[in-house]
Nanobody, 126 residues
Framework: QLQLVESGGGLVQSGGSQRLSCTVS????????IGWFRQVSGQEREGLLCISASGVIHHYRNAVKDRFTISRDDAKITVYLQMNNLKPEDTGTYYC???????????????????WGQGTQVTVSS
């Protein structure tokens, strides 16, 4: 069974940093692209960054491009989202996801969310 579990959320002050983790099971990171998304209260879920199965990184939001980075540790089967200089508008629930494993597009970005983690809440105080 393929699963993704996010962790690392919490309360952080504006200007601070936080690192989120997405630990997977049931597959290896060289078989699926993994994307980070967030959902701010009252808004639709938005894609932030993605790392392909081959390690190519894609950015989807100018608002976070210079502050958020994505990386992965294949041995730990974990993908990270490093968030720096956090702002109150970054508050939301953060998710990682992969494309449907049956899809021929599962290796590449963007992730067309087929399997999602449960999300982790990040709250940035002003």
């Amino acid at each position: 069974q393929l699963q993704l579990v996010e962790s690392g959320g919490g309360l952080v002050q504006s200007g601070g940093s936080q690192r989120l983790s997405c630990t997977v099971s049931g597959f290896t990171l060289d078989t699926h692209a993994i994307g980070w998304f967030r959902q701010v209260s009252g808004q639709e879920r938005e894609g932030l960054l993605c790392i392909s199965a081959s390690g190519v990184i894609h950015h989807y939001r100018n608002a976070v491009k210079d502050r958020f980075t994505i990386s992965r540790d294949d041995a730990k089967i974990t993908v990270y989202l490093q968030m720096n200089n956090l702002k109150p508008e970054d508050t939301g629930t953060y998710y990682c996801a992969i494309t449907d494993p049956r899809s021929e597009y599962r290796l590449n970005c963007p992730v067309l969310g087929g399997i999602w983690g449960q999300g982790t809440q990040v709250t940035v105080s002003s």
